[in-house]
């Protein structure tokens, strides 16, 4: 089974900087990997596929780079609606989801 | 647009089954795979399963095989989600979600179905 890890556990910035989360697998998920957004009592939302595309819909300030064990999801300037959890998921080997990371206002 | 709608939520006895309906709508229901995702209360995101609802097959988490099963019904474009021996720890928020057309993530996703275990 891959493990995701993701990293920080929690990020807190101010509106208008930069976003920068990791996510690491236990063992090469080429760049099959995925990223979502979950905001309170709501589902998740896909925001990157196979580790650089983004979904349709998905504005342009959210970007996912990585290949192998390394991901990174960079949100160029934060935006208040921007503020959730944040999920990677991969499926080079069944799926897995890491644990997130909660991106909270400063 | 792409709709599932789930079914409602339920409350079961340690050791009882329960199974959980998506029923699929503005796609073609047999052209994408659908995906069962778990979220316990204050939890992360639990990936269960995947059915291909054009012939049937399925794969499932490791931690679930035995437990889980997922079927469809393709005369009502429905797939269902069967847990049994039910613990106080599979208490969470059954979601189906259906893959994207063009990227083969899941995109699109039902409203939760609450499952509470308790005796």
């Known amino acids: 089974e891959i493990v995701l890890t993701q990293s920080p556990a929690t990020l807190s910035l101010f509106p208008g900087e930069r976003a920068t989360l990791s996510c690491r697998a236990s063992q090469s998920v080429s760049s099959y990997l995925g990223w979502y957004q979950q905001k309170p009592g709501q589902a998740p939302r896909l925001l990157i596929y196979?580790?650089?595309n983004r979904a349709t819909g998905i504005p342009a300030r959210f970007s996912g780079s990585g290949s192998g064990t390394d991901f990174t999801l960079t949100i160029s300037s934060l935006e208040p609606e921007d503020f959730a959890v944040y999920y990677c998921?991969?499926?080079?080997?069944?799926?897995?989801f890491g644990q997130g990371t909660k991106l909270e206002i400063k | 647009q792409v709709q599932l709608v789930q079914s409602g939520a339920e409350v079961k006895k340690p050791g009882a089954s329960v199974k959980v309906s998506c029923k699929a709508s503005?796609?073609?229901?047999?052209?994408?795979?659908v995906h069962w995702v778990r979220q316990a209360p204050g939890q992360g995101l639990e990936w269960m399963g995947v059915?291909?609802?054009?012939?049937?097959?399925?794969s499932y988490a490791q931690k679930f095989q035995g437990r889980v099963t997922l079927t469809r019904d393709t005369s009502t474009s429905t797939v269902y989600m069967e847990l049994s021996s039910l613990r106080s720890e599979d208490t969470a928020v059954y979601s189906c979600a259906v893959e994207g057309y063009s990227s083969g993530w899941p995109a699109y996703w039902g409203q939760g179905t609450l499952v509470t275990v308790s005796s």
């Open positions: 059915i291909n609802p054009s012939d049937g097959s399925t």
């Open positions: 503005g796609y073609t229901f047999t052209s994408y795979n």
């Open positions: 196979d580790a650089s």
């Open positions: 998921q991969q499926r080079s080997n069944w799926y897995s």
